[in-house]
């Protein structure tokens, strides 16, 4: 079964920035304008539901800030040359680092995971930080480089080499250096060494989906950056799903959305507005023979599909036709017009209601009608407006006599073929059985 989700890797990345597929181009030149002009500790918050695509968005953006100028002197991103500008001024005077919360969410304090994340990605430690997290030698490494990097002066702790022995985690080192003001001097120094007159950009990324006592912890840990003049904090997360984590963490009374905001200067909200022409640009829907894409798109209209949502569609679309096509000669009872409304109405909606309205799902699954007779409603004034409608008619059948097509003799056409497809000839037993488990 294909998958058409996109992994987050450099090609994909590459391949969606030269071509727009994931109509990124607007938010992606919000960010670098936002960032460009930036010049104090403020925090940034990209927002957006589950499945939107904050995630490569924010991969993309990264992207850009490594590999602008490289592939921008062969020809290549020209899309972005309205932000140039703004672009090589970042990437002159920024760098770029990305922290996955929900990968390091079984860390026991965020800040140390941070620096060791931070030490982990910086090329000049790159070969000294070779051992697991929390490793007795690793620590040792990480130690080591902080008597060269941080005065002994500005912490209880005497870094020498019996002191270093004696630590062999980092809550150990935590039980030493155990101040809110020791820790923020102690990352200042560290990102002052490595910047060396840059800023940095620090995404924090997946927030949204760590378990509550991490989540919370972290956005406090973030209020040690507020003194980092040289640090922009950019926080991707699904606000609605991190408000409901800190209610779990702190209680249902408290004010999770006066929380958050205190954290926040500036929101990018991603939304589903792109998802129509990522269908028509990524996943082809309109170049598909059997696809039926302008009911399709009445449900995206009707749901509001993320781009995540798009893909699972697609994939149990192409299970279905994959399925029926197997079975094909099995389903010699059908015209070529039912057959054309399996495809191109009833299917569809039907996965559109599993991905979206599982009630009205599991009415399919039971032989029901009033679900699929009430969105039959919201597809008709979709083809109306769009003026779709006319390929409706050549399937079914009307009365010579009947100048004007009521709806509902339309919508019950519909059903009645429905009907004789999904209970009549039992199609359903082992189709819908399929479908069922096949995401």
């Known amino acids: 079964m294909n998958k058409y989700e996109l992994e987050v890797d450099d090609l994909n990345i590459h391949n969606t920035l030269l071509e727009d597929k994931l109509n990124n181009k607007e938010y992606l030149s919000s960010i670098i304008r936002l960032i460009k002009n930036i010049n104090d500790n403020e925090v940034i918050c990209i927002d957006g539901e589950w499945g939107v695509g904050k995630t490569f968005l924010i991969k993309q953006f990264e992207y850009l800030i490594n590999n602008y100028k490289k592939y921008n002197e062969i020809g290549q991103f020209k899309d972005f040359d309205e932000v140039k500008d703004d672009l090589t001024n970042i990437i002159d005077n920024n760098l770029v680092f990305y ?17 060791y994340n931070i030490l982990n990605a910086y090329p000049k430690f790159k070969d000294k930080v070779t051992s697991r997290f929390n490793s007795e030698e690793f620590l040792k490494e990480v130690l080591q480089l902080l008597t060269k990097i941080v005065s002994n002066k500005l912490f209880n702790i005497d870094f020498n080499s019996e002191n270093i022995d004696k630590i062999k985690t980092f809550e150990d080192l935590s039980k030493e250096i155990n101040t809110k003001e020791e820790k923020k001097l102690l990352f200042k120094e560290l990102i002052n060494k490595i910047l060396n007159d840059k800023r940095m950009i620090l995404i924090i990324d997946e927030l949204d989906r760590c378990n509550p006592f991490y989540a919370t912890k972290m956005l406090e840990t973030i209020k040690h950056f507020y003194n980092l003049k040289n ?45 129509l ?22 449900m995206l209209n009707k749901y509001k599909f993320t781009l995540r949502e798009c ?67 919201d597809v008709k004034k979709y083809l109306d407006v769009t003026g779709k409608k006319g390929w409706l008619y050549e399937f079914i059948d009307i009365p010579k006599d009947m100048e004007e097509i009521p709806d509902e003799y339309l919508f019950n056409k519909i059903i009645e073929v429905y009907l004789k497809i999904f209970t009549t000839y039992g199609i359903d037993k082992t189709f819908m059985k399929i479908i069922k488990v096949s995401l």
């Open 99 to 115: 922290y996955n919360a929900w990968e390091n969410d079984d860390h026991d304090n965020p800040f140390d995971s941070i620096i």
């Open 231 to 275: 640090v922009t904090v950019i926080i991707v997360t699904n606000n609605n799903e991190l408000k409901n984590i800190i209610s779990q963490q702190f209680g249902a009374k408290f004010n999770s959305y006066s929380y958050l905001n205190k954290f926040y200067d500036y929101i990018i909200t991603v939304d589903s507005s792109r998802s």
């Open 277 to 298: 022409d990522y269908c028509k640009k990524f996943l082809d829907f309109s170049n598909d023979t059997y696809l039926p894409h302008d009911v399709f798109y009445a």
């Open 311 to 377: 893909n699972k569609y697609r994939t149990l679309y192409d299970t279905a036709k994959d399925y029926i096509e197997m079975e094909k000669n099995n389903y010699i009872f059908l015209d070529k017009k039912e057959v054309t409304i399996i495809y191109s109405i009833i299917l569809p909606i039907i996965f559109a209601f599993k991905i979206k309205d599982p009630s009205a799902y599991n009415e399919c699954l039971n032989k029901g009608t009033t679900a699929l007779k009430e969105v039959l409603i």
